[in-house]
T-cell receptor, first 116, second 113 residues
Framework: GAGVSQSPSNKVTEKGKDVELRCDPI?????LYWYRQRLGQGLEFLIY????????KSGLPSDRFSAERTGESVSTLTIQRTQQEDSAVYLC??????????????FGPGTRLTVT | GNSVTQMEGPVTLSEEAFLTINCTYT??????LFWYVQYPGEGLQLLLK?????DKGSNKGFEATYRKETTSFHLEKGSVQVSDSAVYFC????????????FGDGTTLTVKP
């Protein structure tokens, strides 16, 4: 397909609710990444997938955050019991192989999450 | 842990001025180094990369050299254009855990005609 797509583009939710963010990577890309970008800050690495497995989950901020990927395609990032500090832009990227050194990462447009 | 420190912005230059955006890093082993750019209203995209010491990455007139001795990867361009206005991110990926990457906070560049 075209590029990496993410949905929704914007999400406003009440504190305490669960949210699910979706990422559709470029077809054929085996690696998929999730980042968080707070206003005026850099990208915070959350998790990456090589195929359907996630070798490193250490970037997830708390046990309220989880992510899964099925069929080497779509990935979902779930945030349970959202808090105001979860407000940020959540970016997804994919690449042909794992790691920046192995291939360029292609980024999606992001999902802007606002927790009120 | 790993870290990337970028020159604080915002940076404002006149067209055709020389640009340097400093980037230094802390990492174990020999990471790969990258500059990403985010133009207004667009997503992040790779600008250039270097995977080993003394490598020079270049693209669109931008250059950066992987300096292991000073743990730096400064971005330079000899003559900036208005169209270079964007946010620039320095990043590294670990040598031993290639999927885990660290980004700097970004530097906003504005080029005035």
């Amino acid at each position: 397909g075209a590029g990496v797509s993410q949905s929704p583009s914007n999400k406003v939710t009440e504190k305490g609710k669960d949210v699910e963010l979706r990422c559709d990577p470029i077809s054929g890309h085996t690696a998929l990444y999730w980042y968080r970008q707070r206003l005026g800050q850099g990208l915070e690495f959350l998790i990456y997938f090589q195929g359907n497995s996630a070798p490193d989950k250490s970037g997830l901020p708390s046990d309220r955050f989880s992510a899964e990927r099925t069929g080497e395609s779509v990935s979902t990032l779930t945030i349970q019991r959202t808090q105001q500090e979860d407000s940020a832009v959540y970016l997804c990227a994919s690449s042909l192989v794992t790691g920046l050194s192995g291939g360029e990462q292609y980024f999606g447009p992001g999902t802007r999450l606002t927790v009120t | 842990g790993n870290s990337v420190t970028q020159m604080e912005g915002p940076v404002t230059l006149s067209e055709e001025a020389f640009l340097t955006i400093n980037c230094t890093y802390t990492a174990t082993g020999y990471p790969s180094l990258f500059w990403y750019v985010q133009y207004p209203g667009e997503g992040l995209q790779l600008l250039l990369k270097a995977t080993k010491a003394d490598d020079k990455g270049s693209n669109k007139g931008f250059e950066a050299t992987y300096r292991k001795e000073t743990t730096s990867f400064h971005l330079e361009k000899g003559s900036v254009q208005v169209s270079d206005s964007a946010v620039y991110f320095c990043a590294l990926s670990e040598a031993t855990n290639a999927g885990k990457s660290t980004f700097g906070d970004g530097t906003t560049l504005t080029v005035k005609p």
